[in-house]
């Protein structure tokens, strides 16, 4: 079983749509969950820290659920410019690699 | 601005031979880490370095090596290239070993293998 699992996606969505990933992760000693987003070819970049509490930024809405071991990306009012793979990641302590999922890869369209 | 920098963008180079490539952060980072990111797959730590102190992750082949001369620059060495090396190499710095604290990536040096 993978760390970090995600939706594998693709997900096909209209502009202004609302858009919601799911990840799970298997080890509960895990402390430190972020999402970050990769375009084509490109590199890693975060998007949002996830905290326990919920955290939003804008149109993404970040949740984390310990109990359940389950992390949660939400996005409204898609844009184009979303379009993108995004990678759901958990360190589970300090000195040691991000862990990252697969990723998950969302296309927006006119 | 860029802040985590790596050279070049693109390499290519001939099975088996020696390949360098170089990473430089003006974050002032302690740590500094290379991760391999094969096509399709997720990004892999192959090492860290924590100011001076190299830690090697447990699968990482050693084929494999780094050099961090100062806190700035660090480096990856491929000895030996096999095809299988072929994949994109990012570099990331952070500022402690604070599993709280994301990791800021450079754009990546994708290398090929002839």
């Not at chain 2, 360098?20 to 880490?33: G, K, P, R």
């Given at each position: 079983r993978k760390e970090v699992e995600q939706d594998p996606g693709p997900f096909n969505v209209p502009e202004g749509a609302t858009v919601a990933f799911n990840c799970t992760y298997s080890n509960s000693a895990s402390q430190s969950f972020f999402w970050y987003r990769q375009d084509c070819r490109k590199e890693p970049k975060l998007l949002m820290s996830v905290y326990s509490s919920g955290n939003e930024d804008g149109r993404f809405t970040a949740q984390l659920n310990r109990a359940s071991q389950y992390i949660s990306l939400l996005i409204r009012d898609s844009k184009l410019s979303d379009s993108a793979t995004y990678l759901c990641v958990a360190r589970h302590q300090a000195g040691t690699a991000l862990i990252f999922g697969k990723g998950t890869t969302l296309?927006?369209?006119s | 601005d860029a802040m985590v920098i790596?050279?070049?963008r693109y390499q290519v180079t001939q099975f088996g031979k020696p390949v360098?490539?170089?990473?430089?952060?003006?974050?002032?980072?302690?740590?500094?880490?290379w991760y391999q990111q094969k096509s399709s797959q997720a990004p892999k730590l192959l090492f860290h370095y924590y100011d001076k102190d190299f830690n090697n992750e447990?699968?990482?082949p050693d084929n494999f090596q780094s050099r961090r001369p100062n806190t700035s620059f660090c480096f990856l060495d491929i000895r030996s290239p096999g095809l299988g090396d072929a994949a994109m190499y990012l570099c990331a710095t952070s500022p402690e070993l604070i599993s709280n604290q994301p990791q800021h990536f450079g754009d990546g040096t994708r290398l090929s293998i002839l």
């Open positions: 296309s927006v369209s | 790596q050279n070049p360098t490539l170089s990473c430089s952060q003006t974050l002032n980072h302690n740590v500094m880490y447990a699968d990482t």
